[in-house]
């Protein structure tokens, strides 16, 4: 379920959005990482492979990496070439580090080994972003500003998110610098001129690595779900800046919608994903008072989730598409909110799940998606 070191390595890398990312892998990992994508925008498709084959397994694939080097220098115009080497040429030995020496090209490049049995996706994200902290350089500080971590371009409601964690710093009085990893790499770069790093569930290598190069303190905070959430997210920034902003939300919504909320009151229901789930399950339980009867993520055994889901009385289930199977089986409905999700499309950037507004979406889409779910009237 993790989908390891190189899916991690692949999604922090393509998040540098002026860059390309160019896979040495056989021709369905590339597909494989590259799919998630075009639920939320299928124009920014900017990675290659150099797809390898049975000759290339057997006889090496440097050839074909050196010949990918030159055609992808030529056919696009990028500042930064990075190359992720996944399993087949970890497994027969390819000397990365000497192809990409041994070529001359206008784009920079960079590489890292990222072949999937050697971790987890998390470490091929932190381990990607340390590789390409190489191009960072000392800035100005700019007062009250912070950047966010943790990112990757293919969540779900990703655009939408960051679009309503701007504005609600903004209100507070906080700017945002670069939004790691969806970002360009001139606004990487520049990331140490912010005041403070703040990290959401991945990317706190890069943090600490920034504090000892750079000096700059980070913050590691929850994903901001729900009113609660938010108003301690915001808050704890601020005050962190030494700004003390007084967060404030509106409840009317809320109020419309009372009777639905007073019917769902004490529903159970279970929550997986990654670094997202907990957030979203003290979102459920804290703020809408649903009793979250399992709580998983990316790093627990999958199967014992499922066999927990079937042992008790969950009658929603919230996590990705993959958990569309046991849904099904259940009879129950489905809330996708955390990577991956590949069938549903993710494309209105005023629809966050984060934040005041995104409280407002979520709780909208919960009640709805229950309200239309057929076996729910079984």
């Not at 494989?32 to 694939?61: L, P, W, Y």
């Not at 979520?362 to 779910?373: F, G």
Request: aromatic share 10%.
């Amino acid at each position: 379920m993790d989908g390891g070191k190189f899916f991690g390595a692949f999604r922090a890398s393509s998040g540098i959005t002026d860059a390309v990312v160019l896979n040495h892998v056989p021709v369905g990992c590339n597909w494989g990482a590259g799919i998630f994508k075009t639920t939320s925008n299928q124009f920014d498709m900017r990675h290659a492979c150099t797809v390898m084959h049975e000759r290339e397994i057997v006889f090496g694939g440097e050839d074909a990496l050196r010949e990918a080097l030159i055609r992808a220098d030529e056919l696009y115009d990028t500042p930064l070439l990075l190359v992720i080497a996944g399993d087949a040429p970890s497994i027969i030995g390819d000397d990365v580090e000497a192809v990409v020496d041994s070529v001359t090209l206008d784009s920079e490049v960079m590489w890292m080994e990222a072949a999937g049995f050697k971790g987890s996706a998390m470490d091929g994200y932190e381990e990607a972003l340390l590789c390409i902290a190489g191009l960072m350089k000392e800035s100005e500080t700019i007062q009250d500003s912070v950047n966010l971590i943790g990112f990757s371009p293919d969540d779900f409601k990703v655009d939408a998110d960051v679009k309503e964690i701007r504005r609600l710093l903004s209100d507070a009085g906080v700017e945002v610098n670069t939004v790691i990893s969806k970002c360009s790499l001139e606004e990487f770069r520049r990331a140490p001129a912010a005041e403070l790093n703040v990290v959401l569930g991945q990317g706190t290598k890069l943090c600490e690595q920034m504090k000892k190069e750079f000096g700059l303190p980070y913050l590691k905070m929850d994903y901001p779900y729900g009113l609660d959430g938010t108003s301690h997210f915001v808050g704890a920034i601020s005050d962190e800046l030494g700004i003390g902003h007084e967060p404030e939300f509106d409840i009317e919504p809320f109020k419309r919608i009372y009777l639905y909320l007073h019917e769902l009151y004490g529903t159970p229901v279970s929550v997986i994903g990654d670094f997202h789930a907990e957030a979203m399950a003290n979102f459920l339980d804290g703020e809408l008072g649903f009793n979250v009867e399992v709580l998983s993520g990316n790093e627990d055994d999958y199967f014992e989730f499922e066999e927990d889901v079937r042992n008790s009385n969950t009658t929603i289930l919230f996590g990705s598409s993959f958990e569309q199977g046991i849904a099904e089986t259940l009879d129950i409905p489905l809330i996708r909110f955390c990577y991956p999700v590949f069938d549903n499309v993710s494309v209105y950037d005023c629809a966050p799940y984060a934040g005041y507004r995104g409280a407002v979406c979520l709780t909208e889409a919960i009640i709805n998606t229950v309200m239309s779910y057929g076996g729910m009237n079984k």
